[in-house]
Nanobody, 126 residues
Framework: QVQLVESGGGSVQAGGSLRLSCAASGRTFNTYAMGWFRQAPGKEREFVAAIGWTGGTTNYADSVKGRFTISRDNAKNTVYLQMNALKPEDTALYYC???????????????????WGRGTQVTVSS
């Protein structure tokens, strides 16, 4: 069993920054790719960013490229999402997820992930 706990969400004004963290426990963290997804009210959950098991590959949604950065610290079993230049349309519940199979490169597809955190709320005001 894998436990994922997100933190770092909050309310900021447009143009501001937040850093989300996801602490993982329960299995060998450093052999699995990790991802961040988000879901706004009334919308489907969507891909934000992913990072491969070594940290050497990353993948971003077009809407966040150049503004968000995903990283991981395998020694701390933690994955991060640095979010800069936030926009009101970034407002959502942000979820951390772990891929089902080991040694992945960081998939943008929801069904590649079978472990999910409960989410952390990010609210960006204009």
């Amino acid at each position: 069993q894998v436990q994922l706990v997100e933190s770092g969400g909050g309310s900021v004004q447009a143009g501001g920054s937040l850093r989300l963290s996801c602490a993982a426990s329960g299995r060998t963290f450093n052999t699995y790719a990790m991802g961040w997804f988000r879901q706004a009210p009334g919308k489907e959950r969507e891909f934000v960013a992913a990072i491969g098991w070594t940290g050497g590959t990353t993948n971003y949604a077009d809407s966040v490229k150049g503004r968000f950065t995903i990283s991981r610290d395998n020694a701390k079993n933690t994955v991060y999402l640095q979010m800069n230049a936030l926009k009101p349309e970034d407002t959502a519940l942000y979820y951390c997820a772990a891929e089902t199979k080991p040694y992945g490169l960081g998939s943008p597809t929801l069904r590649a992930y079978n472990y999910w955190g409960r989410g952390t709320q990010v609210t960006v005001s204009s």
